[in-house]
T-cell receptor
Framework: GDSVTQMEGPVTLSEEAFLTINCTYTATGYPSLFWYVQYPGEGLQLLLK?????DKGSNKGFEATYRKETTSFHLEKGSVQVSDSAVYFC??????????FGAGTRLTVKP | DTEVTQTPKHLVMGMTNKKSLKCEQH?????MYWYKQKAKKPPELMFVYSYEKLSINESVPSRFSPECPNSSLLNLHLHALQPEDSALYLC???????????????FGAGTRLSVL
């Protein structure tokens, strides 16, 4: 079945550092891909999405590009802030319309 | 407005209690979801409603009983829960279930449930 694999955390960075969180997927057909963010004690917020190959999703300085050739959707940000500390989930919705989440990556940004 | 509202935010209940979790959205979405999230884990799908009808039940124990009284509301009735059911329960909604482009899910903040 469809699945998502994320890099294991936790990830700890200093403020203004460059962030990459790797995400790869396995799916038949052409899934839609998502990054969700969960701040401490809260629900999930949609961060960005891409619905077809080569689409780039972007929001709040975060970007991810749907790469079908490498089945990847890596999350990047050029300069992280303390307020970006959260858990980030990569997810997909495939042909069966089920959402599959990765395990989540905890990011801590230190001043 | 992309808001999904869940109440209560926190709930403590005993194993013999009956309680309900509520979820509301006014985005005109016709698909609504319940997820369970244990600490440091991703959300796990429990139920999906499409046009107020139960579409998916991921083999959830009968002590969890979902209800969708109208297109804006989703309830989760709880009875005779076990301590291992303690978790964050998340509600989500999307425009349409069977349309990939319209299936972006918006989540509520969740109800943190503790079963004693």
């Amino acid at each position: 079945g469809d699945s998502v694999t994320q890099m294991e955390g936790p990830v700890t960075l200093s403020e203004e550092a460059f962030l990459t969180i790797n995400c790869t997927y396995t799916a038949t057909g052409y899934p839609s891909l998502f990054w969700y963010v969960q701040y401490p004690g809260e629900g999930l917020q949609l961060l960005l999405k891409a619905t077809k190959a080569d689409d780039k999703g972007s929001n709040k300085g975060f970007e991810a590009t749907y790469r079908k050739e490498t089945t990847s959707f890596h999350l990047e940000k050029g300069s992280v802030q303390v307020s970006d500390s959260a858990v980030y989930f990569c997810a997909l919705i495939g042909n069966n319309n089920d959402m599959r989440f990765g395990a989540g990556t905890r990011l801590t940004v230190k001043p | 407005d992309t808001e999904v509202t869940q109440t209560p935010k926190h709930l403590v209940m005993g194993m013999t209690n009956k309680k309900s979790l509520k979820c509301e959205q006014h985005m005109g979405h016709r698909a609504m979801y319940w997820y369970k999230q244990k600490a440091k884990k991703p959300p796990e799908l429990m139920f999906v409603y499409s046009y107020e009808k139960l579409s998916i039940n991921e083999s959830v124990p009968s002590r969890f009983s979902p209800e969708c009284p109208n297109s804006s509301l989703l309830n989760l009735h709880l009875h005779a829960l076990q301590p291992e059911d303690s978790a964050l329960y998340l509600c989500a909604s999307s425009q349409r279930l069977m349309d990939l482009a319209k299936n972006i899910q918006y989540f509520g903040a969740g109800t943190r449930l503790s079963v004693l």
